[in-house]
Antibody, heavy 123, light 108 residues
Framework: EVQLVESGGVVVQPGGSLRLSCAASGFTFDDYTMHWVRQAPGKGLEWVSLISWDGGSTYYADSVKGRFTISRDNSKNSLYLQMNSLRTEDTALYYCAKDRFIAAAGVGGIDYWGQGTLVTVSS | DIQMTQSPSSLSASVGDRVTITCQAS??????LNWYQQKPGKAPKLLIY???NLETGVPSRFSGSGSGTDFTFTISSLQPEDIATYYC??????????FGGGTKVEIK
């Protein structure tokens, strides 16, 4: 059974930094692209970032480019999101998510999601 | 970036009704479209992939169709457990995987 468990969400002041983690199990982690997706309170889903199976390729939404960094440690089956220069509009539930496609097949969207970790940016 | 326009933003229907949601892409995305269901307080769940393929274990009352820029998601007979918000997502145009704005489905 695929399991994705996020952690690290807290209340942080504007301008602050935070690192989210995601522990993956139930599948061969280093075979898959991984994503972060966020959802502001009462709002829709917003894709944030993705990282290829080997960490060699990363992509970001324009809204976080230059402030957030996605990374992974395949030896620990873990995904991370380093968040710097946080803004109030970054307040959201952050989901870790697994891509549908195995590595060589490209990106196919998301088939499994964690339960999310809440990041609140407030003074 | 590709924009995904989903409509309606909300709807109210009776149990047993046929429910239809549309998603329009700002450019051709072939069939690179998924549909998700999100129940209140829960993570999203994949229902339909590649525009029309039913994910394993998903009830057959859910279906999807379309290609290019226009897509449709249908619940053939609405059930009380289908109360949720539904989202489309395109994955044709990297780096952004764009979601539609969502459709909240309620029981009348």
């Amino acid at each position: 059974e695929v399991q994705l468990v996020e952690s690290g969400g807290v209340v942080v002041q504007p301008g602050g930094s935070l690192r989210l983690s995601c522990a993956a199990s139930g599948f061969t982690f280093d075979d898959y692209t991984m994503h972060w997706v966020r959802q502001a309170p009462g709002k829709g889903l917003e894709w944030v970032s993705l990282i290829s199976w080997d960490g060699g390729s990363t992509y970001y939404a324009d809204s976080v480019k230059g402030r957030f960094t996605i990374s992974r440690d395949n030896s620990k089956n873990s995904l991370y999101l380093q968040m710097n220069s946080l803004r109030t509009e970054d307040t959201a539930l952050y989901y870790c998510a697994k891509d549908r496609f195995i590595a060589a097949a490209g990106v196919g969207g998301i088939d499994y999601w964690g339960q999310g970790t809440l990041v609140t940016v407030s003074s | 970036d590709i924009q995904m326009t989903q409509s309606p933003s909300s709807l109210s229907a009776s149990v047993g009704d046929r429910v239809t949601i549309t998603c329009q892409a700002s450019q051709d995305i072939s069939n690179y479209l998924n549909w998700y269901q999100q129940k209140p307080g829960k993570a999203p769940k994949l229902l339909i992939y590649d525009a029309s393929n039913l994910e394993t274990g998903v009830p057959s009352r859910f279906s999807g169709s379309g290609s290019g820029t226009d897509f449709t998601f249908t619940i053939s007979s609405l059930q009380p457990e289908d109360i949720a918000t539904y989202y489309c997502q395109q994955y044709d145009n990297l780096p952004a995987l764009t979601f539609g704005g969502g459709t909240k489905v309620e029981i009348k």
